[in-house]
């Protein structure tokens, strides 16, 4: 039995093919409620991730590279993924 919560599946597609030193997945679901694309919730996430394979590119490409790990699972089982990249030391190098 499959009990992965969307947010699992993210964090675990994330964190198997980028290898980040730094991940943070959050469901931001409730602050959605209402919203046309609520749909009863796990559907509004927020990714803030460090990885080497990321630093460097535009803020675009990082992005497109995050978003085709979830092209199966777009718009149905999420309807909205923020990004934000940030560097080794911490600092944002990529804005949501």
């Known amino acids: 039995m499959n009990t992965k919560t969307r ?22 679901s409730d602050q959605h409620i209402g919203h046309v694309g609520h749909q ?19 803020r675009i490409a990082a992005h497109r590279k995050i978003y085709s790990l979830f092209e199966d699972m777009m718009p149905d089982q999420i309807h909205a993924l923020r990004i934000k ?3 080794e030391d911490g600092s944002g190098n990529h804005g949501v």
């Open 7 to 28: 947010r699992d599946i993210i964090y675990d597609r994330l964190q198997h093919t980028y290898s980040p030193t730094y991940l943070e997945v959050t469901d931001d």
């Open 40 to 58: 009863g919730g796990q559907r509004h996430f927020t990714v803030v991730i460090s990885a080497k394979c990321l630093l460097g590119l535009s």
């Open 85 to 87: 990249v940030i560097t």
